[in-house]
């Protein structure tokens, strides 16, 4: 009788183990999906740039024939980025490398007044400004996301559940901008 | 960011619980003003009332809103700016479906957001504020009204606003009824039922001059509260708070009046498009909150760390008030983000915003845009479609195309 009462406890409490590991364990899933879901995000924006980089260069070119350097540069960071297979971080450096050689395609515009007066062009710069934005915004919810599994998976007592079923930390999608850590040069 | 959305959706009930047993209170009343023992009556028409209103405004409040507002929904084509900006903000802060865009051709600038849920959400500016606004700021307004649509705010607010215009219309009737009508029935039947029956008809009267009043303060005090929340939540989508307390300070700055709005949708947009400009409001009267005070809440987050946490202390800051805005449940939940300090470069004058603007009023007015060889671009009323016309510059004729181009 009395022992049939502490087993009945026992079989309570293991059913509620139980039912909190199932639901830690599905916490975990939700967190890995939202994390793969922003990768795709940003993987949209990243193929919307491969796409719209090939009409630039042969709108530039039109105006700016002397350039050759910089649109070999341009079209030599695409190729790269677009072949990475491997880790974020790589392709965080790929995409990184691409994003400097576009700048210095834009700052060339400067030096003409009539292609930054073609509305082709305009739209364009609007289009890649744009998709810009939509990476950095993209890589924004990427990282809180991968921040919050990150989080669960290391932190008690979700971690023991990680562990058991192989969950892995995210790694983070890191931009780096050289001029924001070198001091500005000033030159008279 | 659920946290937040769940002690929203807490707060928001318990409002919507009040509101209805106003509503129901106030039925009850003016059914016992108009016949005695007709309380129950008064309860069931309230009933009915409510929930047809608030079946309308389910299935076609945005459209009635979007309509009184005079909104033209618009494409990324009329206006890639604006579209790719709420693109922007759709992945910011990882709403899956983007809302439709709308513009509303009035000079004062201003917006606001409506719909039911997250995928059936509506964002509305006025060709004013496109004109207005640099990209950055126009980023924060826009921020902030897909914070509205995030939060769950529309539909509340739209609830709610369902609520108190049921509450307004019935004691409406009840007071006009008894002003003009009522008069001859009230003598006879209070003489009936003596002491306890003029009591009950007194307190009803009472109620139903005052339940309108209380509603609709109500009403303002939650409408306060979620502006705040979304600064808050504009602020960590654009990183950049100094965006939305630009966009502010213009749009406040502004003495355009904004003709299309109405004391029902009022409450909706950014800023109070019926504020009066010498800004002799009371304080409870306020459908939002001061717009200096949102502005130097933003500002005093500029350049530092992001979070609701440091938007909460702030508010306490300038505010001087101990109760914050943000609920509980969600300041330890959000991380804290890094800022952006410098603003996006924006190479378009303020012609070239006004021209990208109306060119973007006139392909919604079917307009042709014809391109001469001589660099003019003539803009063609669609009564001229199908005709040539002669190039005013250089003679050149230019065919209109036929409609359903």
């Known amino acids: ?40 995000q940003i993987d949209v924006q990243l193929k919307r740039r491969y796409d719209l980089i090939p009409n630039l260069v042969e709108t530039v070119k039109g105006y700016a024939k002397h350039e050759r350097e910089t649109f070999d540069a341009v079209v030599k960071a695409r190729q790269q980025a677009i072949n990475i297979t491997g880790s974020v971080a790589d392709q965080a450096k790929a995409e990184n490398m691409l994003t400097q050689t576009l700048r210095s395609l834009f700052a060339l515009a400067e030096a003409y007044p009539d292609l930054k007066a073609n509305q082709n062009f305009l739209a364009l710069q609007e289009e890649l400004a744009s998709t810009e ?24 007592p979700s971690n023991i559940v990680a562990n058991m079923f192989n969950f892995a930390k995210a790694e983070f999608f890191e931009i780096e901008e050289p001029e924001a850590r070198e001091a500005p040069k000033v030159s008279f | 960011m659920f946290e937040l ?21 106030t039925g009850y009343a003016v059914g016992e003003v108009l016949a005695p023992g007709g309380g129950l009556l008064g309860t069931a028409v309230a009933l009915v009332v409510w929930l047809g209103m608030t079946a309308t405004s389910w299935f076609a409040g945005d459209k009635i809103v979007l309509g009184l507002s005079r ?14 900006v709420v693109e922007e903000m759709c992945v910011a802060s990882g709403l899956a479906k983007m809302p439709d865009v709308y513009i509303i051709d009035e000079d004062a ?22 004109e207005t606004l640099t990209r950055d700021e126009l980023q924060g307004v826009v921020a902030h009204e897909l914070a509205h649509v995030n939060n769950r705010d529309v539909l509340y607010m739209t609830l709610v606003g369902v609520m108190l215009g049921s509450i307004v219309v019935l004691a409406d009737v009840g007071t006009r009824v008894l002003w003009y009508g009522g008069g001859r029935r009230r003598t006879s039947s209070s003489s009936d039922r003596g002491g306890s029956g003029a009591l009950i008809a007194v ?81 409870l009267a306020r459908t939002h909150p001061p717009t200096e005070e949102r502005v130097r809440i933003l500002r005093s987050l500029a350049g530092g760390p992001l979070s609701m946490q440091r938007y909460e202390s702030a508010f306490r ?35 070239e915003r006004v021209r990208e603007t109306t060119d973007a009023l006139w392909q919604l007015q079917r307009f042709a845009f014809l391109a001469c060889a001589c660099g003019t671009t003539l803009k063609v009323p669609p009564v001229y479609r199908g005709r040539t016309i002669p190039c005013p510059h250089c003679d050149t004729p230019l065919t209109s195309p036929a409609a359903g181009d």
């Open chain 1, 1 to 40: 009788m009395f022992g049939g009462f502490f087993f009945l406890i026992f079989l309570g409490l293991m059913a509620a183990v139980v039912v909190w590991v199932i639901g830690l364990y599905n916490g975990l899933v939700r967190l890995k999906n939202g994390v793969e879901n922003a990768w795709s």
């Open chain 1, 133 to 156: 934005n939509k990476i950095s915004f993209s890589r924004q919810f990427y990282n809180d996301s991968a921040l919050k599994l990150n989080n669960k998976v290391e932190m008690f």
């Open chain 2, 5 to 25: 959305i769940r002690a929203n959706n807490r707060r928001a009930a318990v409002l919507v619980a009040a509101m209805a047993a106003l509503l129901f209170v």
């Open chain 2, 71 to 84: 909104a033209r929904k618009i494409e990324k084509k009329d206006h890639p700016v604006l579209w790719n």
């Open chain 2, 109 to 130: 600038p201003n917006a606001f957001a409506t719909g039911r849920d997250k995928d059936h959400a509506a964002v509305a500016v006025t060709a004013g504020l496109l």
């Open chain 2, 203 to 283: 307190v009803a009267i009472v109620l139903m001059i005052a339940a309108p009043i209380v509603a609709q303060l109500m009403y303002f005090a939650i409408s306060r509260r979620r502006e705040y929340l979304a600064d808050a939540c504009g602020a960590v989508y654009t990183r950049y708070p100094e965006g939305l307390a630009g966009a502010l300070e213009k749009i406040a700055g502004s003495t355009t009046p904004l003709h299309v709005a109405t004391r029902a949708t009022a409450p909706m947009y950014i800023v109070n498009p019926l504020r009066s400009l010498k800004g002799g409001m009371s304080a």
């Open chain 2, 317 to 351: 800051q300038v505010t001087g008030r101990a109760v914050g805005v943000v609920p509980a449940g969600s300041l330890a939940a959000l991380e804290e983000v890094a800022a952006r300090r410098e603003p996006t470069p924006d190479s378009r004058s303020r012609t």
